[in-house]
């Protein structure tokens, strides 16, 4: 089985964010970036996909601060090979990344017989979950999305993954290989990997680079402006008893035709 | 045990299993005889498929990889209780303990989320809790008085005081870092607080589990106490000052390292007269497990008690060199979730338990750990209204006030 996992990095929301003085994008002097989470579970999802059937764990990032120690974590937590992007702006161009990744996955010879691709169902930049469709577009391949269970057979070249869907249903769906899937929860938990194992990765082992093939053509959406939420008036809060504060519940529940 | 010598042979104390015979801790190994005290005084030594006596017993026949795949190391609070009882002088919270919890990090297929989150955590922000790192001094606006921030204000200062993590974001322990601020002030202390550059000293981060992440913070630690000139550390963190007087002498540490209570009873004397206002409380207090059985710091918090009028100081059954464990140490702070599913008790609650049965209305506290641990314990038992948690520089502050 071999995987190719895509990683990115995404705003971290713990941080104060700053809108530019441009009007239309963050402030990149206070902006952190943090590995995308929802990636992590597609990550965890292909390792114990390599722990189970054997096989090689490719990870891939577009170029960004910070993104070596995600890479290195990756590589300490059992991934095979580790890729970096560059040329690729991965922010509020999701559309342009996805072709980026196609050009390199073409210009790359191992990945050109990748089995699956997995990246997580989201990012925080990229909330509409564009990244995985757009891709296997570009490379003929199905997808799907918000997984949370893959099951590969490698005999017949198929997988059969479980899809979550509204009101707890779940949908299943078999489909050739390769595949690109959005992965919304790996089987468990990602995995800790101690810091002095990543440590270890940064000495011993070492990343690639890979270049975007051609200039990524323009967005053809534009951002017109950027703003903070608009503080709004505050919550208001109920006071006295717990039998004083149920009475104005209802109250409240009741004006507003909800009881 | 001399804790007080005892940060040199740390320096010197084996960094892994595999030359531990070799070292003195390895040559007290094997003089253990069995006698189970370890076991028996462990707080969750009847949870452990392996307490200390049998992990020492694995270890001395070749088996200690069973020990790895256990649950066992989970339950250890680091609460240095069989280590102050062991009669063979055994350093097993200080040497053994870590290093198996490391080794059970390493082979443990899933670690409980809780404890995975704040040991990413305090990695990427510097506080377990998650938070931005640029927050940290934002308490310092709330104060009251004024605080020396020195990346703001560089230059020599007296006292260094390391605030950490839950009294800098803990909206409970930042009562405390309030308070403590109100004391040095009367006191008329030169001190000064590193802001936004201060990190998690990362106690937790070497005796639970990771040693990376405490090399990790150690140095960058070390790299920001070189920028300033200051004479002592002061740190209300029993933790931090664990990891300060044991664990940092092996880096180059060489600063004198002081807990609040300690530095408070050597200026008493121009501490007393500021105390007018009398509190008739009953007072107990709970002796934290690094300030009392690991530091021996078991006097200071009750001459400082004892000191402000009209409270009343009673004890506990357990207390000093057998106090019990909040439960928050050697991780247990990020474990609370994982022994509910286990169905042990809460360490808290039992001492809790404790504190009520002797009729006290306030249980003193000198760790700031200790605010979530007991007042969520009071709250889980139904004695919120007949107790109060305070810490020692609340209680001071309060009777400074006209």
Redesign the interface.
Known sequence: MNILVLLKMVPDV???LEVAPDGKSLDTE?LRL?PNEPDDHALEEALLLKERLGGKVTVLAPDAAEVDEALFTALAKGADRALKLSGADASSNTAGLALAIRQAIAATPDLQGVDLILTGTQANDDLDTLLAPVLAQLMGVPFVGIVTSVVPDAGRRMVTVQKECPKGVRAEFEMPMPAVLGIQAAE??P??V??????AAMKSLKIEAVEAGEPLPALPIEVIAMDKPVVSERAEMLEGSPEEVAGKVCEILTARGLL | MNAATAWTEIASCPSSLENLFDTEEGRRLRTCIQCGTCAGTCPYGDTMDYPPRRMIALLRSGQIEKVFTSDSLLNCVACYACMAKCPRGIRLTDVLLPLMK?QT??HMP??P?EL?KA??NT???GNPM???S?KRALWLKTAGVPIRVLPEQPGPVDLLWFVECYSAFYARGQDIARATAKVFNALGLDFAVLGNEEKCAGECGRLT?????Y??LIDYNMAIFAKYSFNHIVTGCPHALNAFRLRYPSYGFRYDTLHVTELLVRHLDRLKPLLKRKLNYTVTYHDSCCLGRRNSIFDEPRILLKAIPGVKLVEMTHHRENAICCGGGGGGMWLDTYYKTKGYERLSERRIKEAVEIGADVLAIACDYEFSRFEDALKVLGHDKRMVVRDITELLAESMEA
């Open positions: 713990v941080e104060e206070f943090i468990k938990p995995r800790y101690p810091v002095a194992k990543v440590r | 490391e990090l390493a899933e670690l989320a995975q040991l990413q990695m990427r922000y998650g938070e931005s640029r589990w990771e040693p990376g992440l090399e990790t």
